[in-house]
């Protein structure tokens, strides 16, 4: 079973594989004791019987006695008694005494007591026998019982079965693919019986052994061969079946592997990065011939297994006699993550060639195979002679001069040379060393001796013979002369004179005299004859003569055919000598003699026109001898020699080089000096042995080197050299026998074919010949006979001609993918020469499809057996499908390009159109902060048949209309990684892309493209690929909600609000920052001063109120939310957090006052914040505790930089007043207040207030200067502008006043008035009062009063509790809007107690306005269980005259569990001050235990608690006062000692009052704007009849114009209260409970539905209205309606009021009696107040989710009418007929 690798199967192959994965081979290990293996279903039955022997084995303990917990039978026979022993062991100290109960059933039984007693550390034991009757499983128990409880144990006889122990599991080591790995696991017989078993596993896997047989308690070892095929994870169940006969039973083990692809790497140590494009490489440079260089290569395996490898050679091209490289591995494993080196030997035999071979390196179950290239180049050795000439000028007969020469070796290759001359005196020239070797970048001096034996002039062309190379010659000149006889001396000029004119193919004789008349010809005295061998080589090249070779030079002289100046191999010898070669003794007969003289015939031919006289050189004491040793011979003619070997010793070997020379007989006046023919000088080589008949010849010790020959296969003449070395102490001779093949001497020459080696020399050979078709593959086979003896050297000479052969890739063939028109597709192909000739090759494309494909390199060279990587290239010019034969031309490197041969490569391609489009047309992306970077990906899909390349470009787009910008000069925030690319046909790119914003704004990008051609130029229109966009934006933070504690937590939110400039921050907070802001985009310490410089120009107060000195701080909480869409940073930085800590010593000390405030409030920590930084993701809120300590009278102020990363940056100006607790104090926000705009001429303007805090300890007297009241009153008209209603007043601590105040303007203007505040025994403050007045506005125009003041600016709901809050407000603010005067209004509230355990009690606390309640909220108080929300109903009456209201109520909240330990801790206090003043104690010194006082020591809240006096031991508690002053008895006092006044301290301590718990405040306000009734249908005549006025009892009093005009006075009596509201709500509750139960009823409504309504209320009377109240006729309006508006969660949800009279608001002013009017409003009233109650019932039922308001109403499906008809008498159906009737008309 196969599956795949998921993730969770990955980690618990990790987990459970240990520390070493990658181990070939991991034992199985069983589980310990602690883990705990799974249940896979058989696995108790396979561990039955050894958890049966574990279980009856193992002791357990029973109430203080060690036992057995079981006995279990196992192996048991019919008929038979089976007994076991049962022992009770007691382990307690006390004695144990046992009730036993026996056995039940009849099989197993015990004889003992019923009762038996165990003594502590005693045992007891008993037997119990079994005895059994069927073949059956048996079961029982011994019950044992004490006082103590009691216990079983079981008695159990089982059938033995068989079972088998194995892992549930078994993980296998980590495997490559097509390997193997293996592990085993143990296989135990866990029964009583014989088990056969056998495994079923299907592959990969192999189990062995798969079957067997077991012994009970037998175990096997069961190995786990894993083989997988492919890379995956595998899990199988392996079966094993097993039991006996029929193997009835079955056990399944998990077989876990994970296999993984093998990868191997070639790297080349030498190198750290691979840069070659066709692979790895190794380079072994230049080796010189017969020498070896060794490099190193590693085998990396970077995967996690072990791989096995295979190294081979490259097929085809593999020379004949094996590569040249050799390696030391061949095949091998590597382990993960290591190495294997290898090293490559480079070993080259042919010099001037260059080897190339290919290792394949293979590794099985690999997804690739990679090659190593192998390259090196033979170097052969570069020698030259200081001199190509040698003078010895004239020497006497018998003389001898010595010369030096020396042979320079300038290459790193050691140079073996012989020279071919006879050194051993048959020659009148020798060269010593005549052979050796010369070092690497050395020299040797050669000593040259001239020792004539006739008088001649003598001329000898002497070769250097250099192993691998070509011979070097040397021209050794001199002249003998004698008393008789002066030849002409030979000069080097001589030389190059005769060179001269032997290529005008003229005879000397005949040219003499030409050469006397050429004045061209001029020679050099001193040997210098540059220009005339300038003038032969041009006259040879001008005639097309090839020049010879130095090895035909060569060749040719060891043939006899002496031309030695000749450089043409088609040029005939001068003089030539038959044979070359002579062998004494070497061919034995019975028919030749004993004698060991011989004697052989020589002929020389003379091939010039002229006379020759031919000289032999005579060596003395030679064994060879020539006769005559000199003669003259005619033009043309031959002459015979006599040569005879006559050795002097026997059994011994001779060789020598015989030498001829011959010159023109010419008398001296035919020939000047100058014109002196060179002689030629003609050799012979001869050899013999003197061994007699029957003696053993030398047994030869000799080397041959190399023992094989290649030639180029190349059907031209060809020369190799080889070395013959005389490894022994003895001469040796060789010869070439040509009897075994003598066809061979044909078509193969050895030269020299004779010789003699003197010991520890050597002699090199030279092989000639011209390779041919039908010679054999394997080779010829050359025999030397080595010392005229049965002993042989083999020497293997190939010379085959073989055609070129060169390999294409792809069977001729190469494919390009669909290419798009006019763009370029490229693909490789490799050429491979298969032949051992180098090659130059050249592509040769015809001239109409050159604009279509090419190839480079178009032209090369291949060495053999060399690859070469072509890159060709298509570009398509129409949409069609190409066929196009380009050709590949190739030949030898040796030969001219005649001979070449073709190869032809089919290219197919096929063009068409490309296009390229964007997964999305419109790409979305987040909103980025403005000066950061985004990396987005853009997705281009190409769905056309062939690449595509393309150029990108990017329009950038504003689409902020108020944003003015140059779309030229505007940077694009779009910057495209990659503008230029190809993708591929059906696939797709990532377009990696990078978005910076540089300002805040709507950024929109169009993304097009063009494809490229060829030549990389646009080849078409721009088109569209898609759209970008995003938002730069700021980071922004908001205060959504604020609160406060402590000192300040009475305060509004409003006041809160206006402390903290809240609006102004949230305005600046979404504004955007300035340049100079984002100085420092993050918090830096910037500055080295205690008042760090400030970049930002917003600067904000942070007014923290006031508060009596050492009060409670004065806490501020603000509810800051992340309002936009990235994450923001935030901090607060303190001027220490911007400082630069300087170190002591840099520090000046001075500092100013501002500093040293700073420094003040700084040390004190005056001013704090909690937590001073954080991050707020998009749609966060986080609380900031700001806190204030009043630790310091005066006031404090703290500059604090509010810091968002990458934002604004605000200057908050911390501010706060710690007041003296004696000095009368009022607490301004601001010294201006703005009043609400009012029309003029308004006969009855708004009442307006303004708050007055006393932020004091002490109570404040005001009074309002109303002197400037009345100038200004005098400066309008006398028209009372501004009156206060409240000129004086006394305001409690920490309480607020409401200064009332109507404003009336008498002009559209605005108002500013400046008006002293005075306060008593105080400082006075200048307030200034602003108002507005404005025209009456026109039909049409924008409602004024819409910007009325009482629409609250904080938050209206509280999404997020704040930290310690329990209790949650449904609504914190509550705006009624503009309403008339003395109507109510309705909202419902919910409090939530979001606490998950505690329970809060509530308790609303609600003020009066102007001496009245305008506000009711029920209930009032109540209590809240965890989780639970109470329905409040909020009901505002406005009084009879227009008022701006706005009203801040309190909701105090304790949690129920404070507030029941303090009622607890008062009663134990109270308890404890009864007892202390009923009880007395009598002193007495000499007790020495004292009885203390009861300590309350709880503690109930953290409030401060009062100062009481201090308390005496054993004294009755004095009275209680607040006064610290109490005075106490001094003389007693005085008496105490310190730890008897501490124990007093502490008990006075503890028996202070308990304060009661301090309540959490709820903040609600409430806001509304009355207005007079006609002002009212004047401006809101569409709202008028939406509400309804609550007519009262009123006294018409209309206030004064003076500043001392009251308020009308108002009763609002009920209509009904107190008990008979009660009867009647709950007789109409349960009135409409029954009408609603009762099914009749309910049946009567389906008929009344349809009826017409037959009740239609009168119309008002129109008297009682006045003229201008908007009155209506429809009958619908004068009916009661009841209006709901709100928010569909119901947290919003308004009840408005119902009008009982359609002109009920216009009577107001119309006199009517109170009994009247209170008849009227009954029914009404009870009205409302059902229909109220019915809609808190909904608004409960919907927060409770019993009830969703906004699902979609149910349609219910009436049955049909017959089926009604049938249940209805027959008049209801006759009354529902008329009814249809009725509609139908």
């Known amino acids: 079973m196969l599956l795949p690798p998921t993730p969770s199967v990955l980690i618990m192959l990790a987990e459970a594989r240990g520390p070493d994965p990658l181990a070939s081979e991991a034992p199985w290990q069983p589980p310990s004791a602690g883990e705990d293996p799974k249940d896979l279903g058989n696995h108790n039955r396979q561990q039955e019987g050894d958890h049966q022997r574990h279980v009856s084995s193992k002791r357990s303990c029973f109430l203080g006695l060690e036992t057995r917990p079981e006995l279990v039978w196992e192996d048991w026979d019919l008929g038979k008694e089976f007994t076991k022993t049962l022992v009770l062991k007691n382990i307690h100290n006390k004695l144990q005494k046992l009730h036993l109960r026996p056995p039940v059933s009849k099989f197993f039984t015990i004889l003992i007591p019923p009762i038996i007693v165990v003594s502590p550390g005693t045992s007891f034991s008993f037997p119990v026998t079994f005895r059994p009757l069927q073949r059956c499983e048996y079961e029982d128990g011994i019950e044992f019982q004490s006082k103590d409880g009691s216990f079983k144990v079981c008695l159990r006889a089982t059938i033995p079965c068989h079972a088998l122990e194995v892992p549930d599991s078994v993980l296998l080591p980590l495997c490559a693919v097509q390997h193997s790995s293996r592990t085993t696991f143990r296989l135990k017989n866990a029964s009583k019986l014989q088990t056969c078993f056998k495994w079923v596993c299907a592959a990969p896997f192999q189990l062995s052994p798969a079957k067997g047989l077991l012994k009970p308690s037998q175990e096997c070892h069961i190995t786990v061969v894993f083989w997988p095929q492919e890379a995956l994870v595998y899990q199988q169940q392996a079966y094993c079946r097993f039991g006996g006969d029929k193997a009835e039973s079955c056990c399944t083990v998990l077989l876990q592997a994970l296999a993984k692809y093998p990868c191997l790497q070639l790297r080349n140590p030498a190198t750290k990065e691979e840069k070659e494009q066709g692979g790895p490489e190794l380079h072994f440079g230049s080796v010189a011939v017969g020498q070896s260089l060794q490099k190193h290569f590693d085998i990396f395996n970077p995967s996690p297994v072990t791989a096995s490898f295979f190294l081979s050679r490259l097929s085809g091209g593999v020379p004949f006699f094996g590569s040249e490289f050799s390696c030391d591995v061949s095949r091998g494993k590597v382990a993960p993550g290591e190495s294997l080196r290898a090293t490559v030997t480079y070993s080259p035999a042919v010099v001037d060639t260059v080897s190339v071979e290919y290792l394949s390196l293979k590794c099985r179950g690999a997804l690739n195979e990679t090659q190593l290239k192998l390259t090196g180049s033979c170097i052969g050795t570069k020698v030259s002679l200081s001199s190509s000439v040698v003078d010895f000028g004239c020497v006497e007969e018998g003389g001898a001069v010595i010369q030096t020469v020396e042979l320079v070796n300038s290459s790193p290759v050691e140079t073996i040379y012989q020279w071919d001359l006879d050194c051993n005196g048959h020659s009148v020239f020798s060269i010593q060393p005549a052979s050796g070797t010369v070092r690497p970048h050395s020299h040797t001096t050669l000593r040259a001796v001239y020792r004539p034996t006739q008088p001649i002039a003598h001329h000898r062309r002497v070769a250097c013979l250099i192993l691998h190379r070509d011979p070097l010659f040397l021209d050794l000149i001199g002249t003998c002369h004698s008393e008789l006889q002066q030849p002409a001396i030979m000069k080097p000029e001589h030389l190059v004179l005769y060179k001269f004119h032997w290529y005008r193919r003229q005879d000397p004789p005949e040219t003499l005299s030409a050469v006397q008349q050429d004045h061209t010809v001029h020679l050099d005295q001193r040997g210098v004859h540059s220009a005339l061998e300038e003038q032969s080589n041009q006259r040879l090249h001008s005639a097309h003569v090839v020049p010879r070779t130095p090895m035909e030079e060569y060749y040719q002289s060891c043939l006899g055919c002496m031309n030695p100046l000749s450089s043409s191999s088609s040029s005939s010898p001068h003089v030539s000598v038959v044979p070359s070669e002579l062998l004494f003794n070497h061919r034995m007969s019975s028919s030749l003699s004993t004698s060991s003289t011989s004697s052989q015939s020589v002929s020389i031919t003379n091939h010039t026109r002229g006379k020759l006289s031919l000289v032999w050189t005579v060596a003395q004491d030679s064994p060879f001898t020539v006769c005559p040793s000199s003669r003259d011979l005619a033009p043309l003619k031959s002459t015979s020699f006599r040569v005879t070997y006559n050795p002097k010793q026997l059994n011994t070997l001779h060789g020598a080089q015989l030498e001829c020379f011959a010159y023109y007989k010419m008398d001296d006046h035919h020939i000047g000096e100058r014109l002196l023919c060179p002689p030629w000088c003609a050799t012979v080589r001869v050899i013999g042995h003197s061994f007699q008949p029957g003696k053993e010849h030398f047994i030869p010790c000799c080397s041959l080197k190399p023992h094989q020959v290649v030639f180029p296969a190349l059907s031209a003449l060809s020369y190799q050299t080889v070395l013959l070395q005389n490894g022994g102490v003895l001469p040796l001779t060789f010869r070439l026998d040509h009897s075994s093949n003598p066809a061979l001497s044909e078509s193969v020459s050895v030269i020299p074919n004779c010789g003699l080696i003197q010991p520890g020399h050597h002699q090199i050979l030279t092989v000639r010949t011209t390779p041919t078709e039908d010679s054999p593959r394997q080779g010829f086979s050359l025999q030397l006979q080595l010392n005229a003896d049965k002993h042989t050297k083999e020497l293997t000479v190939v010379s085959v001609v073989e055609k070129l052969r060169v390999s294409l890739e792809g069977d001729g063939s190469l494919y390009f993918q669909p290419t798009a028109l006019g763009s370029r597709t490229r693909r490789s192909h490799h050429i491979r020469n298969l032949s051992r000739l180098p090659l130059r090759f050249q592509w040769i494309i015809p001239e109409p499809d050159q604009d279509l494909i090419f190839v480079e390199p178009d032209a090369g060279e291949l060495h053999p057996n060399e690859s070469s990587v072509q890159t060709w290239s298509f570009s398509p010019l129409t949409e069609k499908t190409y066929s196009l034969k380009p050709t590949l031309t190739f030949w030898p490197i040796q030969t001219d390009e005649r001979n070449k041969s073709h190869l032809t490569l089919k290219v197919v391609g096929m063009g068409s159109k490309g296009f390229i489009e964007a997964e999305k047309t419109v790409l979305d992306v987040d909103d980025t902060l403005v000066g950061s970077y985004r990396s987005i990906e853009v997705p281009l899909v190409n769905n056309s048949p062939c690449s595509v390349s393309f150029c990108l470009s990017v329009q950038q787009i504003l689409l902020d209309e108020e944003l003015i910008y140059d779309p030229e000069t505007e940077p694009s925030a779009l910057q495209l990684d990659c503008e230029r690319g190809t993708i591929t046909s059906h696939s797709k790119m990532l377009l990696r892309s990078t978005i910076r914003p540089y300002r805040r704004g709507q950024y929109l990008w169009k993304i097009s493209y063009q494809t490229l051609n060829a030549g990389g130029f646009a080849s078409s229109f721009p088109q569209a690929v898609c759209e970008v966009r995003t938002k730069g934006v700021f980071p922004t933070l908001q205060v959504a909600d604020v609160c406060s504690g402590g000192s300040v937590s009475r305060l509004s939110k409003v006041h809160l609000w206006k402390l903290f400039s809240l609006d102004s921050l949230n305005k600046h907070l979404l504004s955007d920052p300035s340049s100079v802001e984002l100085t420092y985009g993050t918090p830096t310490r910037h500055s080295v001063r205690s008042c760090p410089s400030i970049f930002t120009k917003v600067m904000l107060d942070f007014n923290f109120s006031a508060a009596p000195m050492n009060s409670d701080p004065s806490t501020f909480v603000l509810m800051f939310h992340n309002p936009g869409s990235i994450p923001v940073d935030w901090a607060f930085l303190f001027p220490e957090d911007q400082q630069i800590e300087l170190e002591y010593w840099a520090e000046t000390g001075e500092f100013s006052h501002t500093e040293l405030h700073q420094m003040k409030v700084q040390d004190n920590r005056l001013f704090s914040i909690s937590p001073r930084s954080g991050i707020l993701h998009p749609g966060q809120q986080r609380a900031v505790q700001f806190s204030y300590s009043h630790d310091f009278a005066g006031t404090d102020r703290f500059p604090v930089v509010f810091k968002l990363s990458y934002g604004r940056e605000i200057l908050l100006n911390f501010k706060g007043v710690t007041v003296e607790r004696d000095r009368p104090y009022l607490h301004f926000v601001s010294s201006r207040h703005v009043f609400t705009p009012v029309t003029i001429g308004d006969c009855s303007p708004p009442r307006q207030v303004c708050e007055l805090h006393n932020a004091g300890a002490v109570p404040v007297h005001y009074?309002?200067?109303?002197?400037?009241?009345?100038?200004?009153?005098?400066?309008?008209?006398?028209?009372?502008?501004?009156?206060?209603?409240?000129?004086?007043?006394?305001?409690?601590?920490?309480?607020?006043?409401?200064?009332?105040?109507?404003?009336?303007?008498?002009?559209?203007?605005?108002?500013?008035?400046?008006?002293?505040?005075?306060?008593?025994?105080?400082?006075?403050?200048?307030?200034?009062?602003?108002?507005?007045?404005?025209?009456?506005?026109?039909?049409?125009?924008?409602?004024?009063?819409?910007?009325?003041?009482?629409?609250?600016?904080?938050?209206?709901?509280?999404?997020?509790?704040?930290?310690?809050?329990v209790v949650l407000l449904s609504e914190d603010s509550v705006s009624l809007g503009d309403i008339p005067v003395c109507s109510p209004s309705s909202r419902i509230l919910f409090l939530t107690n979001v606490s998950h355990t505690d329970t809060v009690q509530y308790t609303w606390d609600l003020p009066q306005q102007s001496n009245q309640q305008v506000v009711q909220i029920s209930p009032e108080q109540g209590i809240l269980c965890p989780g639970e929300s109470a329905l409040c109903v909020l009901t505002f009456t406005s009084t009879d005259y227009p008022t701006v209201y706005r009203l801040d109520f309190i909701c105090q909240v304790i949690q129920q569990a404070a507030l029941t330990r303090y009622h607890e801790a008062l009663q134990r206090w109270e308890k404890e001050r009864e007892r202390q003043q009923e009880e007395f104690t009598i002193t007495d010194k000499n007790l020495s235990h004292s009885q203390g006082d009861l300590i309350d020591k709880e503690s109930v809240t953290a409030a401060p608690v009062r100062k009481g006096p201090p308390l005496r031991k054993y004294k009755t508690l004095p009275p209680i006062c607040v006064s610290s002053s109490c005075e106490t008895v001094g003389t007693e006092r005085t008496k105490l000692t310190r730890a008897d006044r501490q124990a007093g301290h502490e008990k006075a301590k503890a028996q202070r009052q308990p304060e009661p718990p301090q309540p959490a405040l709820l903040h609600l306000e409430v806001t509304a704007h009355s207005h007079g009734l006609l002002e009212y249908l004047t401006h809101f005549p569409d709202q008028f009849n939406k509400l309804h006025r609550c007519l009262q009892s009123v006294k018409p009093q209309k206030p004064e114009t003076t500043s001392s005009s009251t308020p009308f006075s108002v009763r609002l009596p009920p209509p009904t209260h107190g008990p008979e509201k009660d009867i009647l709500l709950h007789i109409l509750t349960s009135l409409l409970r029954n009408i609603v139960d009762d099914s009749a009823f309910a049946q009567s409504l389906i008929a009344l539905a349809s009826k017409p309504i037959t009740y239609q209320p009168t119309e008002s009377c129109p008297s009682l209205c006045p003229p201008t109240c908007p009155t209506s006729s429809s009958p619908s309006k004068s009916q009661p309606r009841v209006l709901l508006s709100g928010t569909e969660a119901g947290l919003n949800e308004e009840q408005n009021t119902v009008d009982r009279d359609g002109a009920a608001g216009c009577l107001g002013n119309t006199p009517q009696t109170q009994d009247t009017l209170h008849t009227e409003r009954v029914p009404a009233d009870m009205s409302e107040v059902v229909l109220l109650n019915t809609l808190q019932n909904l608004m409960m039922e919907a927060v409770r989710g019993e009830l969703v308001l906004t699902a979609h109403p149910r349609t219910v499906i009436l049955p049909p009418v017959s089926t009604r008809t049938r249940r209805m008498s027959r008049a209801m159906v006759e009354e529902e007929q008329g009814k249809r009737d009725t509609v139908g008309t």
Not at 1303 to 1317: N, T
Not at 1327 to 1339: A, H, M, Q
Not at 1360 to 1365: A, S
């Open 1263 to 1365: 009074e309002v200067d109303t002197a400037v009241l009345s100038q200004l009153q005098m400066d309008n008209f006398n028209h009372p502008v501004l009156c206060c209603l409240s000129p004086e007043g006394e305001v409690l601590p920490g309480k607020t006043a409401m200064l009332e105040w109507i404003f009336s303007p008498l002009e559209a203007k605005m108002y500013h008035m400046d008006i002293p505040i005075h306060i008593q025994d105080g400082d006075s403050t200048l307030v200034r009062f602003e108002g507005c007045g404005f025209d009456t506005p026109t039909l049409g125009s924008s409602n004024p009063f819409n910007c009325s003041d009482t629409k609250a600016s904080v938050a209206c709901v509280q999404r997020v509790p704040f930290p310690g809050q």
